[in-house]
């Protein structure tokens, strides 16, 4: 049983955990190759093109594996469009200019607040999906981590904290904690991988129309530069094509548990790929108590089980 779960679902949660992670030293790492600067409309094309062809890639996998490409019905279209417009498109403009004016260490750290979002919001807007002493307890602790990490700044370590870095990584984390929420009942009855390559199309197509209208362009060109976003959009789409599939085939609470992964891959790698200090007691602190308040928040279920 142990080998069972070992091989289907952590391991499997382990790769997810680990793209996820790596996406925030590659998305800096973007910035350089591709030229870019302070130019919003840059980074908006930038991303745009990432997550239009990854859901593009979704949606070629979920044909493969069903042999039919399927298209919402007009009742599953208002859900799915607004999953791609906060998920995706509200997410990543903030997502991607944030991250260009914080660490990739304070940014993977930051994005993790979108569990902690994604609870209280359900806590107003479901009855089943109420807080408890668990959830509390792990919001806290989560809110405490990334409190530390940020107003480490202040002292001037990393440089301030600014409303255009920070402060965009925050709404980057609400607009997805929002979309976690949103997907609960967004086009019910349809494929998770279905809805999922839809959202990301669409959501990814106006971020790159939006570039493109603001002058948006890619200053400098290079295989390389090509090769690091095909990585992203290979991650995007092998994510989360994993990750549904580990949805519908595990309890969410099993399977969400190892989001607390993602933070820890991504200051690591911030911290080999990109060359920041990781390994300060503030950044450890920070960490812990962020992946404690995460485990917490997704085990209730997992005791009440036991």
């Given at each position: 049983?142990?080998?069972?779960?070992?091989?289907?679902l952590?391991?499997?949660?382990?790769?997810?955990?680990?793209?996820?992670?790596?996406?925030?030293?590659?998305?800096?790492?973007g910035?350089?190759?591709?030229?870019?600067?302070?130019?919003?409309a840059?980074?908006?094309?930038f991303?745009?093109?990432?997550?239009?062809?990854?859901?593009?890639?979704?949606l070629?996998i979920?044909?493969i594996?069903?042999?039919?490409?399927?298209?919402?019905?007009?009742?599953?279209?208002?859900?799915i469009l607004?999953?791609?417009?906060?998920?995706?498109?509200?997410?990543?403009?903030?997502?991607y200019?944030?991250?260009?004016?914080?660490?990739?260490?304070k940014?993977?750290?930051i994005?993790?607040?979108a569990?902690?979002?994604?609870?209280?919001?359900?806590?107003?807007?479901?009855?089943?999906?109420?807080?408890?002493?668990?959830?509390?307890?792990?919001?806290?602790?989560?809110?405490?981590?990334?409190?530390?990490?940020?107003?480490?700044?202040?002292?001037?370590?990393?440089?301030?904290?600014?409303?255009?870095?920070?402060?965009?990584?925050?709404?980057a984390?609400?607009?997805?904690?929002s979309?976690?929420?949103?997907?609960?009942?967004?086009?019910k009855?349809?494929?998770?991988?279905?809805?999922?390559?839809?959202?990301?199309?669409?959501?990814?197509?106006?971020?790159?129309?939006?570039?493109i209208?603001?002058?948006?362009?890619?200053?400098t060109?290079?295989?390389?530069?090509?090769?690091?976003?095909g990585?992203l959009?290979?991650?995007?789409?092998?994510?989360?094509?994993?990750w549904?599939?580990?949805?519908k085939?595990?309890?969410?609470?099993?399977?969400?548990?190892?989001?607390?992964?993602v933070?820890?891959?991504?200051?690591?790698?911030?911290?080999?790929?990109?060359?920041?200090?990781?390994f300060?007691?503030?950044?450890?602190?920070?960490?812990?108590?962020?992946?404690?308040?995460?485990?917490?928040?997704n085990?209730?279920?997992?005791?009440?089980?036991?």
């Amino acid at each position: 049983m142990k080998q069972k779960n070992l091989i289907g679902l952590t391991l499997p949660a382990l790769l997810c955990t680990l793209l996820w992670g790596s996406a925030f030293p590659a998305v800096k790492s973007g910035y350089a190759l591709f030229g870019i600067g302070d130019e919003a409309a840059c980074k908006l094309f930038f991303a745009g093109w990432r997550f239009m062809l990854a859901g593009v890639a979704v949606l070629v996998i979920s044909v493969i594996t069903s042999r039919k490409l399927v298209v919402p019905t007009r009742a599953q279209w208002p859900g799915i469009l607004l999953l791609g417009l906060v998920q995706t498109t509200v997410q990543y403009v903030f997502f991607y200019i944030g991250l260009s004016h914080t660490t990739g260490v304070k940014g993977s750290v930051i994005s993790a607040m979108a569990t902690f979002f994604a609870v209280g919001i359900s806590h107003c807007l479901f009855a089943d999906d109420r807080l408890n002493m668990p959830k509390a307890m792990g919001c806290v602790l989560g809110f405490a981590g990334v409190l530390i990490i940020t107003l480490s700044s202040l002292d001037g370590l990393s440089g301030g904290v600014s409303l255009t870095g920070e402060g965009f990584m925050f709404l980057a984390a609400a607009a997805s904690g929002s979309g976690a929420v949103i997907s609960k009942f967004a086009a019910k009855g349809q494929s998770p991988m279905v809805v999922t390559g839809w959202q990301l199309t669409i959501g990814g197509a106006v971020l790159l129309l939006a570039g493109i209208v603001g002058g948006g362009h890619f200053q400098t060109v290079s295989p390389q530069a090509f090769c690091l976003l095909g990585y992203l959009i290979f991650l995007s789409a092998a994510a989360f094509t994993v990750w549904t599939w580990l949805l519908k085939r595990y309890p969410v609470g099993k399977v969400s548990v190892y989001n607390f992964l993602v933070p820890v891959f991504g200051s690591l790698m911030s911290g080999v790929v990109l060359g920041e200090t990781v390994f300060t007691v503030r950044n450890m602190l920070s960490l812990l108590l962020v992946c404690a308040g995460i485990v917490l928040v997704n085990r209730k279920k997992e005791q009440k089980q036991g």
